[in-house]
T-cell receptor, first 113, second 115 residues
Framework: KAGVTQTPRYLIKTRGQQVTLSCSPISGHRSVSWYQQTPGQGLQFLFEYFSETQRNKGNFPGRFSGRQFSNSRSEMNVSTLELGDSALYLC????????????FGQGTRLTVV | KNQVEQSPQSLIILEGKNCTLQCNYTVSPFSNLRWYKQDTGRGPVSLTI?????NTKSNGRYTATLDADTKQSSLHITASQLSDSASYIC??????????????FGKGTTLSVSS
C-alpha cells in the first residue's frame, strides 16, 4: 500500500512569491491535514480537509490556504511569502477524521530567501 | 490555555540503556494522547495512542503511560538502540466544539543514542 506522498521535497522561494505544495493521501483516506514544523515552534496545525471541505483550521493568517480535490489529493498554498514561512510542511492523512490514526508524509522543506 | 510541555528538551544516552521521556498537558477537554517518533528529515510515525481510560500501552520496546488525573504521560524506551535516535513528540487531542477537534503538539524531545 503506497504511503503519503508530498511534492516537492525541497523548495526555495524568494520573499513575496507564492508557493503551492501537494499531498497525495493513502488510498481510501479522505482526511488530509497540514502542519508547519519549525525548530522554535514545533508542529503547528494549519488546517484539515475532508471530502473537499475545510473542516478545521488552526491559527494561521489568510496567506495560508488549501483545497482538496475529489480524489482526496490536497494542495496547500502560501501567498506573499515571508522569511518566517521557512519550515518543514507536513501533511497527514486519515481514513476519516482527526480521531483516527494519522499517517504522515515525508514533508516539503520550504526555504524562503 | 491548552498546552503540552515535554521534558527534557534533549537527551543523550548510551546504547543499551533505558530512558523515560515526559509529557505534561493542560488540555481540556481531553480526548486522547499520542506519541510520535520523527527521524531527521522524515515525517512523524505513530508509536502509541491512549484514551482517558488507558494507563499503559506498549509497542515493542516503547511503553507509554498515562495518568489522566495529574495530566501526565511518559514514554519509556527499553534497551535503547542507535535507531532510536530521533525526536519524540507528544500530541494531545481535544474537542473544541461539537463539530471539530484540535491537536495540541509538544515541541518534542530529541533523543541521541550513542555507542
Amino acid at each position: 500500500k503506497a504511503g503519503v506522498t508530498q511534492t516537492p521535497r525541497y523548495l526555495i522561494k524568494t520573499r513575496g512569491q507564492q508557493v503551492t505544495l501537494s499531498c497525495s493521501p493513502i488510498s481510501g483516506h479522505r482526511s488530509v491535514s497540514w502542519y508547519q514544523q519549525t525548530p522554535g515552534q514545533g508542529l503547528q496545525f494549519l488546517f484539515e480537509y475532508f471530502s473537499e471541505t475545510q473542516r478545521n483550521k488552526g491559527n494561521f493568517p489568510g496567506r495560508f490556504s488549501g483545497r482538496q480535490f475529489s480524489n482526496s489529493r490536497s494542495e496547500m498554498n502560501v501567498s506573499t511569502l515571508e522569511l518566517g514561512d521557512s519550515a518543514l510542511y507536513l501533511c497527514a492523512t486519515r481514513p476519516r477524521g482527526l480521531d483516527t490514526e494519522a499517517f504522515f508524509g515525508q514533508g516539503t522543506r520550504l526555504t524562503v530567501v | 490555555k491548552n498546552q503540552v510541555e515535554q521534558s527534557p528538551q534533549s537527551l543523550i544516552i548510551l546504547e543499551g540503556k533505558n530512558c523515560t521521556l515526559q509529557c505534561n498537558y493542560t488540555v481540556s477537554p481531553f480526548s486522547n494522547l499520542r506519541w510520535y517518533k520523527q527521524d531527521t528529515g522524515r515525517g512523524p510515525v505513530s508509536l502509541t495512542i491512549m484514551t482517558f481510560s488507558e494507563n499503559t500501552k506498549s509497542n515493542g520496546r516503547y511503553t507509554a503511560t498515562l495518568d489522566a488525573d495529574t495530566k501526565q504521560s511518559s514514554l519509556h524506551i527499553t534497551a535503547s538502540q542507535l535507531s532510536d535516535s530521533a525526536s519524540y513528540i507528544c500530541v494531545v487531542m481535544s474537542f473544541f466544539n461539537q463539530a471539530g477537534t484540535a491537536l495540541i503538539f509538544g515541541k518534542g524531545t530529541t533523543l541521541s543514542v550513542s555507542s
